[in-house]
């Protein structure tokens, strides 16, 4: 069975940073595209950022670029999201996504095929 399991979520003064990581287990992901998206309270699950199978590829949202960095460790079968400035409206869930054969990175939740369960960042004033 495919599980993504994400962890590092936690609340955050403004300005602050957080690490998050998701592990996959069941399957290998390398050479596959991996994402993040989030989701606010009342809000549609938008997309943050994506990773290519070979890493040499990583694109972010435009409020995200500057902050957020993406990164993979295939020995680990890990992929990690750095944020930093974090801001209030940064609040979500994020999840991690995987595309389940494609190398591509994708801004389009439809194209991942497995999900996290989420890891709640909270960002105060």
């Known amino acids: 069975q495919v599980q993504l399991v994400e962890s590092g979520g936690g609340l955050v003064q403004a300005g602050g940073s957080l690490r998050l990581s998701c592990v996959a287990s069941?399957?290998?992901?390398?050479?596959?595209?991996m994402g993040w998206f989030r989701q606010a309270p009342g809000k549609e699950r938008e997309f943050v950022g994506t990773?290519?199978?070979?890493?040499?590829?990583?694109y972010y949202a435009d409020s995200m670029k500057g902050r957020f960095t993406i990164s993979r460790d295939n020995a680990k079968n890990t992929v990690n999201l750095q944020m930093n400035s974090l801001k209030p409206e940064d609040t979500a869930v994020y999840y991690c996504?995987?595309?389940?054969?494609?190398?591509?990175?994708?801004?389009?939740?439809?194209?991942?095929?497995?999900w996290g369960q989420g890891t709640q960042v909270t960002v105060s004033s």
């Open positions: 996504a995987a595309r389940g054969g494609d190398s591509r990175g994708s801004v389009t939740s439809s194209n991942y095929d497995y």
């Open positions: 069941g399957r290998t992901f390398h050479g596959s595209a």
């Open positions: 990773i290519s199978g070979s890493s040499n590829f990583t």
